[in-house]
């Protein structure tokens, strides 16, 4: 079984953090790499804010997606497609086809899911890029929660 991870990047003495994805590798492998990007948020923030210290630095794993289970029937499902007159549209999967895409977005909705959670729980300061308006409550539900087939 193939999971991807989703990873939470703490600093001590601070309620800044950074949530991530890593799909095809290993959590510290990914750390390793923030480490060596010099252009990496995190690289950039360790050198700004805490003088290089990586000591002060912990990540953990918050989530995982399975990247081996078949989404295909979430094309179909009765609350992805929207129907106007003009056109049949899939709400939730947009124009994904392939069972990689649906993964890779149920991935990228976990990770969307998790910063505003974090980010709305106005306890933390989460550094992370800036992400779509889209509502991610209702595409992370709908990819983690729906049943039918």
């Known amino acids: 079984m193939v999971r991807a991870y989703i990873y939470l990047i703490s600093f001590k003495n601070s309620n800044d953090i950074y949530i991530g994805k890593t799909k095809n590798q290993t959590i510290m492998k990914r750390f390793s790499q923030h480490k060596g990007d010099s252009s990496s948020t995190i690289n950039t923030y360790v050198r700004t804010n805490l003088n290089g210290d990586w000591s002060s630095v912990d990540i953990d794993i918050i989530d995982s997606v399975d990247m081996d289970e078949d989404l295909t029937h979430l094309i179909n499902h009765p609350s992805n497609t ?7 549209f899939k709400k ?21 899911f998790h910063i505003h959670n974090y980010n709305n729980d106005c306890k933390y300061n989460v550094i992370n890029k800036m992400i779509s308006n889209r509502d991610v409550y209702d595409v992370y539900k709908f990819y983690n929660y729906s049943s039918y087939k």
């Open 82 to 88: 929207f129907i106007s007159r003009i056109s049949k």
């Open 92 to 112: 939730y999967t947009g124009c994904s086809k392939s069972n990689e895409e649906l993964l890779n977005s149920r991935l990228a909705y976990t990770e969307y």
